[in-house]
């Protein structure tokens, strides 16, 4: 299994990035996919979460900013994140699970696979 991060980088406040993830390793059509971050000294967080039915699930912290989609064919998960602000600054990781369930898409303790991560620094 491999998940690959990319797309990071740094940006004022008020602009723009595209991270995208691609999979490989296991059949990504049947497992759901989240983007969590981390910044330093804090937990890691949920962003946001596709499931295999593609249902989407926001955090509140990012709602109507960003926005979470895939290319299934090419088994890669996007975010697309608008509005930046400094509070966005952190590590970038996507995730899959399988049979995530009514379980919380957010909690990053569901997720079995991880990329790397890619920073995105807001200033």
């Known amino acids: 299994v491999q998940l690959v991060e990319s797309g990071g980088g740094s940006v004022q406040a008020g602009g723009s990035l595209r991270l995208s993830c691609t999979a490989s390793g296991f059949p990504y059509s049947s497992y759901s996919m989240g983007w969590f971050r981390q910044a330093p000294g804090k937990e890691r967080e949920g962003v946001a979460a596709i499931d295999a039915g593609g249902g989407v699930t926001y955090a509140d912290t990012v709602q109507g900013r960003f926005y979470i989609s895939q290319d299934i064919t090419k088994t890669t998960l996007f975010l697309q994140m608008f509005s930046l602000t400094p509070d966005d600054t952190a590590m970038y990781y996507c995730?899959?699970?399988?049979?995530?369930?009514?379980?919380?898409?957010?909690?990053?303790?569901?997720?079995?696979?991880w990329g790397q991560g890619t920073q995105v620094t807001v200033s």
């Open positions: 995730a899959a699970t399988y049979g995530l369930g009514t379980r919380d898409p957010l909690s990053w303790v569901h997720y079995q696979y």
